[in-house]
């Protein structure tokens, strides 16, 4: 038996147009959970909650960078279901295209950050006194790239390093509450957030090829993560792993760090590619790579 069913919770969910977002709300909401639909736009999310039927859903639109409508839809949830149990913090963005830190567009660095990072701790924030009162559980998206190196991703990488640490701090702060909370760490999955690595940019999908083993290269499908998620939160489980294959790595990562960094530093093919995906960012070839003695 589960310690914390999910059947006549209140679960908001952000980035639930998406792939996992979606995919989850259809687990959790076929396990009796009513599901809060948050994501930008209303049309994608309007048309979930309509096939899940209306009865158990709410479909809200909401920019998660903006707290004032977090705390509206937020209310909006509490005023539907009498409360929020759980909140899944799971919107994110990834730079396109993607470009190193040296030749990305500032504001598409930041946007990123802004989504990834400060979009969950708002929406958690806007969340967290239902949260508390009832005794709930908090769940956070990060990735793989929470400890694997992020380059051409940077801005990801570092947001979801980040949202790691907000979970883990965030765990042992609600402890005094009865509450808790969890970070899932997805690998690849196919969804529209990985195309770049999965053959829309030929450049980075080349270096996922090189940088990631075979086993760990390949995607799975949401619906994997989204029954992992829901044990997750049945559970209370700190740390939800999807596919389990990448559990080693994390646990790991302390000796394996210095060795794949200085692998990503050095390997031939990878600092080839880099210089191609800088002089593709900037057609002059004026790129800080190509001048680079290096
Ligand atoms: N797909 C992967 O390989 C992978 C791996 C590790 C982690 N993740 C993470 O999983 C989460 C879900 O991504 P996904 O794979 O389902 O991709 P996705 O692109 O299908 O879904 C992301 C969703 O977030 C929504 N979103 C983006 N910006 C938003 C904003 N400002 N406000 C509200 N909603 C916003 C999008 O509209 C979209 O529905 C993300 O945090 C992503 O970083 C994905």
Redesign the pocket.
């Known amino acids: 038996m589960p310690t914390y069913p999910v059947a006549g919770k209140t679960v908001f969910i952000?980035?639930?147009?998406?792939?996992?977002?979606?995919?989850t709300a259809r687990t959790l909401h076929s396990r009796g959970a009513n599901v809060v639909l948050?994501?930008?736009?209303i049309d994608?999310i309007s048309a979930l909650a309509r096939d899940l039927g209306g009865d158990r859903t709410l479909a809200l639109s909401?920019?998660?960078?903006?707290s004032a409508a977090l705390a509206d839809t937020v209310d909006r949830t509490v005023d539907r279901f009498g409360g929020l149990d759980v909140v899944f913090a799971?919107?994110?963005?990834?730079a396109d295209p993607p470009a190193t830190i040296a030749t990305i567009d500032p504001a598409m660095f930041e946007r990123v950050v802004?989504?990834?990072l400060l979009?969950v701790w708002r929406t958690v924030r806007a969340a967290l006194p239902h949260v508390i009162a009832a005794r709930g559980h908090v769940l956070v998206?990060?990735?793989?790239?929470a400890y694997f190196n992020g380059m051409t991703n940077a801005p990801?990488a570092m947001s979801?390093a980040g949202?790691e640490q907000f979970g883990r701090a965030l765990r042992a702060e609600l402890g005094i509450h009865g509450a808790s909370a969890g970070v899932?760490?997805?690998?690849?999955?196919?969804?529209?957030?990985?195309g770049a690595?999965f053959g829309s940019n030929d450049i980075t999908t080349r270096m996922r090829e090189i940088a990631f083993p075979s086993l760990l290269g390949k995607?799975i499908a949401?619906t994997r993560?989204a029954d992992a998620v829901v044990r997750g939160i049945e559970n209370r489980s700190a740390r939800v792993m999807v596919p389990r294959r990448w559990a080693p790595f994390s646990a790991l990562r302390g000796v394996l760090n210095p060795v794949t960094d200085l692998i990503a530093e050095r390997h031939p093919e990878l600092r080839r590619l880099l210089r191609r995906l800088e002089e593709s960012a900037d057609p002059t070839g004026k790129s800080p790579q190509t001048n680079s003695p290096r």
């Open positions: 952000t980035g639930a147009a998406g792939g996992i977002g979606a995919a948050a994501d930008r736009g994608a909401v920019d998660v960078t903006d799971n919107a994110g963005i990834a802004e989504v990834d979009g998206t990060a990735s793989v790239y990801y979801k949202v899932l760490y997805p690998g690849w999955v196919h969804t529209p957030i990985a690595a995607a949401p993560i």
